[in-house]
């Protein structure tokens, strides 16, 4: 196994259960990206109203999250930044209150470089926040200003140096491939530009064009690099973050040693999570459930509730309990999406069955050869080269009715 792959095994080993993570949702921006699918509105106005929400839905959720200890907060977005000091004072305060935080709970904040002022970031860092992440995408402006973002090059730069000035020294920068007309040579800058800032994570998300998005509505106009300068992105990306130090931990995610985010793991090793807000997700107690993309019929139910008590069935989106199966399609794809991998005797003793009968031995095989996957000491995982294909190769292994030799 090699060395990245033992990190992570060894930051999940250190996890002690039972811990979940708790996700708050901030649905709101200053002006939607054109490309951007997440639930956030335009509607500042709202901010105040919502925090009287948000605080009420964790006083509800407290009694059912007591037998829990939450080891990671993650407020993301949406922009966070968009809040007042006196709003994060409040929110960060709510937090404590209703949950069981531990002492060293990695607590990140998303925000943008266009609302977070140093002022913003030092009162964060004072109120115990200790990870960032900021929304950076690309440090070429002309791009920049193709994908509709409020900053520019030089903002995203004196963000990042603000930030390490008030205090925090673990920050990871989003960036994005895979955008209209970008260049290899623009990205290679861009991951240039975040590494000589001497981040301790980088995230970064090929453009996924959503059909219901202002890009989405364009279709080829769009103009976006074809399928082979789209692969060459995320491999120059691979390459450039391991030169720099970065293991890679996940199929979009690199960071220093002892630097991977705590909150985004429990994601992919299926730990549990609770998400409050609109549009948020939760995995809580073999459940999966998801609050409606709803900002003011969320901020009136829990006005309404202040009269009077009532089930959470009007704010659910969709509810339900994970079966066997499901579980164990989501084990697969979950792990594949780490440079861990799959562990397959523990996939053995969880599901009673042998991962590579179930998704045959030969495919297995089949991908080895390519070069696309390995498996070393009980474990499968794919390759960079892999990992560039993961939704085909994921969707060929999940074809169950084809596991038999061919
Ligand atoms: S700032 Fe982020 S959350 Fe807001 S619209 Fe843009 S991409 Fe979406």
Same mark, same amino acid.
């Given at each position: 196994m090699d060395q990245n792959a033992e990190q992570v095994l060894a930051a999940l080993a250190d996890r002690r259960p039972p811990a979940m993570g708790l996700y708050l949702h901030i649905p709101f921006c200053r002006r939607k990206c054109p490309y951007c699918d997440f639930?956030?509105?335009?509607? +500042?106005?709202?901010i105040h109203d919502y925090l009287d929400a948000l605080l009420a839905q964790m006083a509800e959720f407290s009694a059912a999250c007591a037998a829990y200890r939450v080891d990671t907060v993650f407020f993301g977005?949406? +922009? =966070?930044?968009?809040? +007042?000091e006196r709003q994060w004072n409040r929110l960060l305060s709510g937090v404590q209150r209703h949950f069981r935080i531990l002492p060293d709970t990695e607590v990140t904040v998303e925000v943008n470089p266009d609302s977070a002022t140093p002022k913003l970031l030092k009162a964060l860092h004072r109120a115990g926040v200790n990870r960032l992440s900021i929304g950076? @995408?690309?440090?070429?402006d002309t791009l920049l200003s193709a994908i509709g973002r409020l900053h520019d090059a030089k903002t995203a730069t004196d963000t990042v140096r603000a930030a390490q000035k008030a205090g925090f020294d673990n920050i990871s920068l989003d960036l994005m491939y895979?955008?209209?007309? @970008?260049t290899l040579a623009q990205f290679e800058q861009s991951i240039r530009s975040a590494v000589a800032l001497g981040v301790t994570h980088l995230s970064a998300y090929g453009l996924k064009v959503e059909e219901n998005t202002p890009f989405g509505r364009m279709g080829d106009a769009l103009l976006l690099p074809d399928d082979d300068t789209f692969a060459d992105q995320y491999l120059l990306l691979c390459q450039l973050a391991r030169e720099a130090g970065y293991f890679q931990y996940e199929i979009s995610n690199f960071a220093k =040693?002892?630097?991977?985010?705590r909150h985004n793991l429990k994601y992919w090793v299926r730990d549990p999570y609770l998400g409050l807000g609109p549009g948020a997700h939760s995995f809580f107690d073999g459940w999966r459930f998801a609050f409606n993309r709803d900002l003011k019929g969320y901020i009136r139910c829990y006005r309404e509730r202040k009269q009077r008590r009532h089930d959470l069935t009007p704010l659910l989106q969709e509810r339900r309990r994970i079966s066997e199966q499901e579980a164990m399609e989501e084990t697969i794809m979950l792990s594949l999406r780490l440079t861990a991998g799959l562990d397959e005797p523990a996939f053995a003793q969880r599901f009673g069955c042998r991962f590579s009968e179930l998704v045959g031995q030969w495919k297995l095989a089949k991908y080895e050869r390519a070069g696309l996957l390995k498996r070393t000491e009980g474990h499968t995982s794919l390759t960079p080269q892999g990992f560039a294909i993961s939704n085909l190769i994921l969707a060929d292994l999940l074809d169950w009715d084809e596991r038999a030799t061919p």
């Amino acid at each position: 196994m090699d060395q990245n792959a033992e990190q992570v095994l060894a930051a999940l080993a250190d996890r002690r259960p039972p811990a979940m993570g708790l996700y708050l949702h901030i649905p709101f921006c200053r002006r939607k990206c054109p490309y951007c699918d997440f639930y956030s509105l335009e509607d +500042t106005a709202l901010i105040h109203d919502y925090l009287d929400a948000l605080l009420a839905q964790m006083a509800e959720f407290s009694a059912a999250c007591a037998a829990y200890r939450v080891d990671t907060v993650f407020f993301g977005g949406g +922009t =966070p930044s968009l809040l +007042t000091e006196r709003q994060w004072n409040r929110l960060l305060s709510g937090v404590q209150r209703h949950f069981r935080i531990l002492p060293d709970t990695e607590v990140t904040v998303e925000v943008n470089p266009d609302s977070a002022t140093p002022k913003l970031l030092k009162a964060l860092h004072r109120a115990g926040v200790n990870r960032l992440s900021i929304g950076v @995408q690309s440090f070429d402006d002309t791009l920049l200003s193709a994908i509709g973002r409020l900053h520019d090059a030089k903002t995203a730069t004196d963000t990042v140096r603000a930030a390490q000035k008030a205090g925090f020294d673990n920050i990871s920068l989003d960036l994005m491939y895979g955008l209209p007309q @970008q260049t290899l040579a623009q990205f290679e800058q861009s991951i240039r530009s975040a590494v000589a800032l001497g981040v301790t994570h980088l995230s970064a998300y090929g453009l996924k064009v959503e059909e219901n998005t202002p890009f989405g509505r364009m279709g080829d106009a769009l103009l976006l690099p074809d399928d082979d300068t789209f692969a060459d992105q995320y491999l120059l990306l691979c390459q450039l973050a391991r030169e720099a130090g970065y293991f890679q931990y996940e199929i979009s995610n690199f960071a220093k =040693p002892g630097c991977a985010s705590r909150h985004n793991l429990k994601y992919w090793v299926r730990d549990p999570y609770l998400g409050l807000g609109p549009g948020a997700h939760s995995f809580f107690d073999g459940w999966r459930f998801a609050f409606n993309r709803d900002l003011k019929g969320y901020i009136r139910c829990y006005r309404e509730r202040k009269q009077r008590r009532h089930d959470l069935t009007p704010l659910l989106q969709e509810r339900r309990r994970i079966s066997e199966q499901e579980a164990m399609e989501e084990t697969i794809m979950l792990s594949l999406r780490l440079t861990a991998g799959l562990d397959e005797p523990a996939f053995a003793q969880r599901f009673g069955c042998r991962f590579s009968e179930l998704v045959g031995q030969w495919k297995l095989a089949k991908y080895e050869r390519a070069g696309l996957l390995k498996r070393t000491e009980g474990h499968t995982s794919l390759t960079p080269q892999g990992f560039a294909i993961s939704n085909l190769i994921l969707a060929d292994l999940l074809d169950w009715d084809e596991r038999a030799t061919p």
